[in-house]
């Protein structure tokens, strides 16, 4: 199928209001799949990196949002951290809470 | 039918239906998504193809037949490997098995696709398969060595003498063991071709291990750098304070020196300006996009690297393909590097649940790298970005202000580059 006919074929089958402002339904786990590199799959860390899953969202996005503002010390998070908006930092908080730890 | 009985007796063990029916293990319990929708198959079990499989099976809720082929039947990291050749770990270490693949109902295929049939959807093996059919197609292939730049290097012969040891395996380990066996006195030298090339740091970061090696065993020993840049093209300011520190007056960096051609004889390597001598030589020669990427029409940039588009990884040149990893023509600020391997493999397993089941891919993807440097055996830099989607530039954009590199070498990161290596293998393996 070619991108235009997709496109047609999406418009004419998906639900509009799921697509509201062009947002990713599965925003907060694609979020969470750009940290799995370091603190594993769906925020379980194999270990030496913190794990995230099941950690409590306010807990995660207050350190988010320090590291952001450089009022956590940190080598890398500070830099990534800057990387995401602030409702970037809410949705893969409130992805990774739900997850189950190791 | 016949290429499924063929296959069925070359394959022994393997589940396989035809591309569209496939009976699935009994995972897909997930309402929305319950029917078979198709198979993928993948080329190609780096750090694109393996994330692609595994991410594929987890967001498609078991409903995307996966089969991921590669030549050899185990991983062995590139990330992690200069480490073999400094000596502080084992070529052991960084080998990873790929069965717990299988428990995601992933299918595992050893063997070399020697051709797509892109027309009919259909791929060619060497040894054991038979022919077999895809609804969607995965090239995940790495790179390829340009050895054709370079006459002299243009032999077998010549290429098992002078080392490249830029793809892990027994390379990795046979360049360790030339450079145990040099003289006290020896001369190392390594060449770098012009960006863009696979893991920009890589070399840098071989310059420090095989320092690292030397300063205890062969203090009197040398090393010449020989870089077609004209500065060093990732974390600079850090390895350059890593080698006057760590190794001060061991390194001999030459930048805007390109390799024109090899002595491999006279063990000489040749720029337009300098012969220089060495006891070993490592050569990187320049490198493109692997021939299955070539021979399968992907290739469209620069007559190297493969475009595609930034929200599904398709291939701009052959619908219905996804390509991955180093063989990209990179976006703006993008490494070629296993980190980002492993983005492009989520991005392209999650843009292609929703275009098999009619749905548009997210527009609006984000990925991150991080490439870690090990400067010694315990001491790490690192380099990161994160890279979001731009509708109106319709590329992945680095955002200004986030991203950077470390402040200094330290062995924190030393710890957290190791813990990176086994996190990202477990991500993409286990």
Known sequence: ?102 | MTNRRKFLQAGGAVTIGSAVSSILPGCASTPEIRKPVGRVMIIGAGYGGQTAAKYLRLWSAGSIEVMLVDREPTFISCPMSNLVIGGSRTLAEITRSRNRLKEHGVQLLTDEVTAVDHARKMVKFKDRYADMGYDRLIVSPGVDLMYDTLPGMNSADAQSQVLHAWRAGPQTVALRKQIESMPDDGTFVISIPLAPYRCPPGPYERVCQVAHYLKQAKPKARIVVLDANENITSKGPLFRAAWEQLYKGMIDYRPNSEVKDVDVRGKTLKTDFDNVKGDVLNVLPSMRAADIARSTGLINANNRWCSVDWLSMESTAVPGIHVLGDATMSAPAMPKSGHMANQHGKLAAAAIVEIMNGRQPNQEPVLANTCYSFVSDKEVIHVSSVHQYDAKQKTLVAVPGSGGVSAQRSEIEGAYGWAWAQNIWSDMLS
């Open chain 1, 1 to 102: 199928m070619n991108r235009t006919l997709l496109l047609a074929a999406v418009l004419a089958i998906a639900p509009l209001g799921a697509r509201a402002q062009g947002t990713d339904p599965n925003l907060g786990r694609m979020l969470a799949s750009n940290c799995a590199n370091c603190h594993g799959t769906n925020g379980a860390s194999v270990g030496g990196m913190p794990s995230l899953a099941g950690k409590p969202r306010a807990a995660l996005l207050q350190m988010l949002r320090e590291y952001r503002d450089g009022k956590r010390p940190a080598t890398i998070m500070h830099q990534l951290a800057k990387g995401y908006t602030d409702a970037q930092l809410e949705a893969v908080s409130t992805y990774l809470s739900a997850q189950k730890p190791n």
